[in-house]
Antibody, heavy 121, light 110 residues
Framework: QVQLVESGGGVVQSGTSLRLSCAASGFTFSSYGMHWVRQAPGKGLEWVAVIWYDGRNKYYADSLKGRFSISRDNSKNTLYLQMNSLRAEDTAAYYC??????????????WGQGTLVTVSS | QSVLTQPPSVSAAPGQKVTISCSGSSSNIGNNYVSWYQHLPGTAPKLLICEDDKRPSGIPDRFSGSKSGASATLAITGLQTGDEADYYCATWDSSLSAGVFGTGTKVTVL
């Protein structure tokens, strides 16, 4: 069965960096676009970034450009989110999600359980 | 602030119908597929509708999606207490080259 398991979250200080990972199994990882979505405490869902199936196209939420970087290793079935210069407002649960196609946007049909990032000032 | 606007809350009695609107523009809803998600706090969001009006396997036909121009609608019929959750629309915005989620709607079963 399809599984997405995020890791790498934790409590970090403002201005530092963190890398999240999302281990995928149960499907041909290299055939699907992958997203990161976050939810800050008490707020709604916020789309973060997407990477196409082959890693050649990446797109980001405008507010995060330059600080966050999405990548994937299809040989390891793993998605990454490198987060730099973290701010208190980046505190959120971060989810990885699979797009229904190799590119986007066709809907995200499988989601991980999320990993919590807390940025303390 | 999201480019997709939803009502903050809707409510109805068990067995009744609710509709949730999602208003956007030609750069997002008007020219890209809309998805709908059910989200309970602390859990993974669940895809209810994809490609405007398609139900993934396992989603009951009580949930339906439609789109007209730059607006989309999620309808839930035969409302159940288990349907109490937050609901989000989402799509791609071609002008922003980014994904966008709606502001979210809380469904309450009276």
């Amino acid at each position: 069965q399809v599984q997405l398991v995020e890791s790498g979250g934790g409590v970090v200080q403002s201005g530092t960096s963190l890398r999240l990972s999302c281990a995928a199994s149960g499907f041909t990882f290299s055939s699907y676009g992958m997203h990161w979505v976050r939810q800050a405490p008490g707020k709604g869902l916020e789309w973060v970034a997407v990477i196409w199936y082959d890693g050649r196209n990446k797109y980001y939420a405008d507010s995060l450009k330059g600080r966050f970087s999405i990548s994937r290793d299809n040989s390891k079935n793993t998605l990454y989110l490198q987060m730099n210069s973290l701010r208190a407002e980046d505190t959120a649960a971060y989810y990885c999600a699979r797009d229904r196609h190799g590119t986007t946007w066709y809907g995200t049909d499988y989601w991980g359980q999320g990993t919590l990032v807390t940025v303390s000032s | 602030q999201s480019v997709l606007t939803q009502p903050p809350s809707v409510s109805a009695a068990p067995g009744q119908k609710v509709t949730i609107s999602c208003s956007g523009s030609s750069s997002n809803i008007g020219n890209n597929y809309v998805s709908w998600y059910q989200h309970l706090p602390g859990t993974a969001p669940k895809l209810l509708i994809c490609e405007d009006d398609k139900r993934p396997s396992g989603i009951p036909d009580r949930f339906s999606g439609s789109k007209s121009g730059a607006s989309a609608t999620l309808a839930i019929t035969g409302l159940q207490t288990g349907d109490e959750a937050d609901y989000y629309c989402a799509t791609w915005d071609s002008s922003l080259s980014a994904g966008v989620f709606g502001t979210g709607t809380k469904v309450t079963v009276l």
